[in-house]
């Protein structure tokens, strides 16, 4: 391995690197800073955790030179996909720089107030910026790029998926010939090429092979989840990881602000991520992340692109990814540094096991079937954690709280009454084993009914929602586990819906749809005022109150109505 002594960086920077804790660079820095500091164009290939931001960051400090500034511009841009992204980089830039007093760096993004960026470009040298950000400066003059020297597109892939291009292109053509262009891309896209056609001089590439080396500290398994039961499936796992900070990837906002509320009802801290937050909103959980005050985070895709904590031990897919570079991006969070880490799938049915095992060849790693966690097993865990913790404090000479052991057994206690106390102040009364959830809920033959009667609930969604039988059968079923033939009578209302269920699962039910939406609209579930049938009809067979339905219980028509409306004598 290369060390960054060998490269023959100014000592500024070597001492730096050296507080910071980077004494090799990895393949990419090796490749790389040698031909950025010749003054090449490079396109950088690599994975997400394999030291990106110091192989641009490195060269882009060290070409800053104080005698050309002028006020309001840059002399190195850097572009980044995120908010995150770019402040995550901006902090890393001002370590690198720290015994540089020649730089000043500047982040720049939405979300936050205009007029202290307007401030701080004033006299920053080197910005770091996102493309829409960047652009509204430009446009209003606060920042300039005629003294530009160098311009960075950080994850470029990226940024072309949600739609920066044009933005790239106008800022691109807003800088001088003579810059150089530096690209970093997980992939090479037919977009990413014609951008380096285009606005690059004869780049050279670099292409790290470390889809391996960014998976292969990384314990990737799945589990098998029951339809209904995603949400029990991934308290199990969180309760077993005893407040270690996890982080929980999903594929819509939505469902990031629907995990954080059910983890958090389940007493659970838990913290949310995604795009429709406010920058200090996004901060503040961060931090709290970070710190591991708050040790549960769950986040969409792109939001977590600039996550970059060292500590996160698990990864749960609780979402399947979209494709395979978004299932590297997030098991990369874990397994850092070296460090080693776990990633885990929760998967419905064949298809996303087979999917999912795919991925597995692509990337040459393995996959493995975990179980769910059962309550004996959480509870092991905690019992052993507190063993150790107890030994721990045994072992510490003279106990501060001897007095009290010993007045205690001056009350006539012995050791093991006073020991059982303290196991249980810690680990308080075991909670009941249900070890079900790694199965599919009992299943009856086609067409037979459970067994004793039905209940009724009502549902927040009727007809004005556009709602149909088969709607409500499969959120039901989706949410609960509950097969779709047992579900009773269902009457669709114009605000509301009636459904049977059985009155053994009607509790659980209540339970499990609340926070449910259904075609869009978030929906309230409740026991219904009237109740059901012994056993209502036959499942799998609901029906809809229908206006038609209605009229034919009306008596027939025989003209006296409409008389006595209109004041007609009889």
Not at 38 to 54: E, H, M, P
Not at 307 to 327: A, C, F, H, K, M
């Amino acid at each position: 391995m290369l060390s960054f002594h060998d490269l023959q960086l100014p000592a500024e920077i070597l001492r730096a690197l050296d507080e910071l804790g980077f004494q090799t660079a990895t393949d990419i820095q090796a490749q790389t800073i040698p031909l950025i500091r010749s003054g090449r164009d490079v396109i950088g290939r690599s994975q997400t955790g394999t030291g990106k931001t110091l192989a641009f960051g490195i060269p882009a400090v060290e070409c800053i030179d104080p005698a050309m500034e002028e006020k309001g511009s840059a002399q190195v841009l850097i572009l980044c996909p995120t908010r995150e992204l770019a402040v995550q980089a901006g902090g890393e830039l001002r370590k690198l720089s720290r015994f540089l007093p020649g730089v000043r760096c500047a982040e720049v993004y939405g979300g936050a107030p205009m007029d202290r960026q307007i401030a701080r470009l004033r006299t920053a040298n080197l910005v770091v910026g996102t493309p829409g950000r960047v652009m509204d400066h430009m446009r209003r003059h606060t920042l300039r790029l005629n003294r530009l020297q160098m311009i960075v597109l950080d994850e470029a892939d990226e940024m072309l998926s949600m739609g920066f291009r044009e933005d790239i292109e106008t800022i691109l053509s807003s800088t001088p010939e003579e810059r150089r262009t530096i690209l970093f891309s997980a992939t090479m896209p037919s977009d990413i090429l014609a951008l380096t056609e285009q606005y690059q001089r004869e780049p050279e590439l670099v292409e790290i092979a470390s889809r391996q080396e960014t998976v292969e500290n990384i314990r990737q398994t799945y589990c098998e989840v029951p339809m209904g039961r995603k949400m029990d499936a991934l308290v199990r796992l969180v309760e077993a990881e005893q407040g270690r900070l996890t982080l929980i990837f999903c594929n819509t906002k939505r469902m990031v602000d629907d995990i954080t509320a059910f983890l958090t009802r389940r007493g659970i801290p838990a913290e949310g991520l995604h795009g429709d937050m406010k920058q200090s909103q996004r901060d503040k959980v961060m931090e709290s992340f970070r710190r591991g005050q708050v040790p549960v985070l769950a986040a969409t895709d792109v939001a977590a692109r600039g996550i970059d904590v060292s500590g996160v031990e698990l990864v749960i897919n609780y979402d399947i990814p979209q494709n395979t570079e978004y299932y590297i991006h997030r098991i990369g969070r874990t397994g850092r540094a070296g460090k080693a880490g776990r990633a885990v799938t929760l998967c419905y049915g064949r298809r996303q096991v087979a999917w999912l095992r795919s991925i597995a060849r692509t990337t040459r790693s393995e996959v493995s079937l975990q179980p769910i966690p059962t309550t004996r097993d959480i509870r092991r865990q905690k019992e052993e954690a507190v063993l150790a913790s107890l030994e721990g404090l045994m072992q510490q000479e003279p106990s501060p709280y001897r007095h009290l052991t010993d007045e205690l057994s001056r009350r006539g206690y012995t050791a093991e009454q006073i020991a059982d106390a303290v196991l249980l102040l810690h680990l308080g009364q075991p909670a009941p084993e249900e070890d079900d959830l790694a199965f599919p809920p009992p299943r009856t033959a086609a067409g037979n009914r459970p067994a004793g009667p039905f209940r009724r609930l009502s549902l927040s969604i009727g007809r004005r929602h556009h709602i149909a039988p088969n709607h409500i059968v499969g959120a039901i079923a989706e949410r609960t586990g509950l097969p779709g033939r047992h579900i009773g009578k269902i009457e669709i209302d114009d605000a509301k819906t009636l459904v049977d269920v059985p009155e053994a699962e009607a509790g659980r039910v209540v339970e499990m749809m609340q926070g449910c939406v259904i075609a869009g609209h978030p929906v309230q579930t409740a026991f219904a005022q009237k109740p059901s049938a012994a056993h209502g009809p036959h499942p799998g067979r609901p029906t809809e109150r229908s206006k038609k339905t209605s009229r034919s219980r009306r008596p027939p028509y025989t003209g006296q109505e409409e008389k006595r409306k209109r004041g007609i004598r009889q």
